[in-house]
């Protein structure tokens, strides 16, 4: 039994609503990107910066599975590239030199799409039906649910909060700050089944059963003809924007709270390994992991680049993915205000343990009942590891 990946299943409506709309970016590629992509390498005459990760043992290319579509979430990774790259746009992947702050590192770097790319399989599921992903996004609760069957590590968080909302309309309800005033005004909460944030705030009384209407689809249909009555999940980093704006029936605000922010402490979209490669590329992930930490802190400092590659992939995908300029730009300055930053220590991508350890009491319980195979004895280290964390980058 697979956990629903609430990535792809959130947004998997807007993909089929986004066709309506006008696409906005502000690429007009082919198919196919012309640069040359060469590789790398420490042992073949060519250049390499200060980072060698080809002598630190890591492939010669570092596939990485997404979640979903190029966006400004992903931008840490495609961060990773340079001006020469191949796009499949069969596969939907990009493959470039893998670049640590503009310097070669002797090893290319491929991110995979995922969502329709996939036919929505979840990250790691896909790492595992396919030994050459190195990588993969993996959610703290889906590590936990899949500790039997698709065991992962996780090695680096480059969210410190979940973009998962609940969003609702500020003029319907102008009393409502928090999810759990919703639960107090008796608001109907539209949502994809199988959450798990949902099963929570039903089973502590946040929210009563009676409220959640498992019928979401991804689209913005019944939110707008239901006129601010329905309150609905999302994702903080895109429907803010998308409805205010794209929407036109709508038109108008929304208000949010971070399921984060409301008792649900998860990390996603965590970059994990298979449990095995924790040893076998240890060398690797202590070069490694310092990389991906500086390209989301030169990610941020400057988007544009990053972003113009990002609009390029989802033309050449042409997956019916719409996303806009604006769209990448609001996503960023919502993932800077909000999203991401560095932890309570003040170091960017490690995890808190009594923070792992809090989500652990909330669903291990929750998925034992739903028929999920926990190990005996499961610690919040058997998920995660920050030992390949760099402590002296952050955000400052």
């Not at 790259?85 to 640590?100: C, N």
């Not at 002797?106 to 929505?120: D, E, R």
């Not at 490694?288 to 680049?305: K, N, R, T």
Request: hydrophobic share 40%; net charge negative; proline share 6%.
């Amino acid at each position: 039994m697979l956990k629903p990946s609430p990535r792809a299943a959130a947004m998997a409506g807007l993909v089929i609503a986004g066709m309506a709309l006008t696409a906005c970016s502000s690429s007009d590629a082919e198919e196919t990107t012309s640069a040359t992509m060469a590789a790398t390498s420490s042992t073949d005459g060519t250049a390499v910066g200060l980072v060698d990760l080809a002598a630190a043992g890591c492939p010669a290319d570092i596939r990485i599975q997404t979640d979903w579509n190029p966006e400004s979430e992903h931008g840490h990774l495609y961060q990773l590239l340079g001006a020469d790259y191949t796009i499949d746009a069969d596969v939907k992947s990009v493959t470039g030199p893998l670049m640590a702050s503009g310097e070669p590192t002797g090893v290319n770097v491929t991110i995979l799409s995922g969502g329709p790319a996939t036919g929505f399989t979840q990250p790691n599921a896909q790492m595992y039906n396919d030994p050459s992903i190195f990588m993969a996004y993996v959610g703290n609760d889906e590590a936990i649910a899949h500790a039997t069957d698709l065991p992962t590590v996780g090695v680096f968080a480059p969210l410190e909060k979940d973009p998962q909302m609940i969003m609702w309309d500020p003029t319907y309800y102008p009393d409502v700050k928090t999810i759990a005033d919703l639960g107090e005004a008796g608001a109907t909460i539209r949502v994809f089944p199988g959450g798990t944030y949902i099963d929570y705030f039903v089973g502590t009384g946040v929210l009563s059963a009676d409220q959640i209407d498992s019928t979401y689809d991804g689209t913005p249909a019944v939110f707008v003809s239901e006129d601010g009555a329905l309150a609905q999940q999302g994702f903080a980093s895109a429907e803010p924007y998308i409805y205010k704006n794209l929407i036109t029936q709508w038109g108008k605000d929304v208000n949010y709270q971070l399921i984060n922010d409301a008792g649900y402490p998860k990390y996603a979209a965590v970059l994990s390994v298979i449990p095995e490669n924790i040893d076998t590329y240890s060398d690797c992930l202590t070069a490694l992991v310092p990389v991906l930490q500086q390209a989301e802190i030169d990610y941020f400092a400057d988007s544009a680049a990053t972003n113009a590659l990002v609009l390029e992939l989802v033309d050449a995908y042409d997956t019916g993915w719409v996303y806009s300029a604006d769209v990448a730009d609001y996503s960023v300055e919502t993932l800077k205000a909000e999203l991401v930053g560095n932890g309570e220590d003040d170091v960017l991508g490690n995890m808190d343990a009594d923070r792992v350890q809090s989500l652990f009491d909330i669903v291990v319980p929750i998925y034992k009942e739903q028929g999920f195979v926990i190990p005996d004895g499961l610690a919040p280290e058997d998920i995660y590891t920050n030992e390949f964390i760099d402590t002296s980058i952050g955000f400052k």
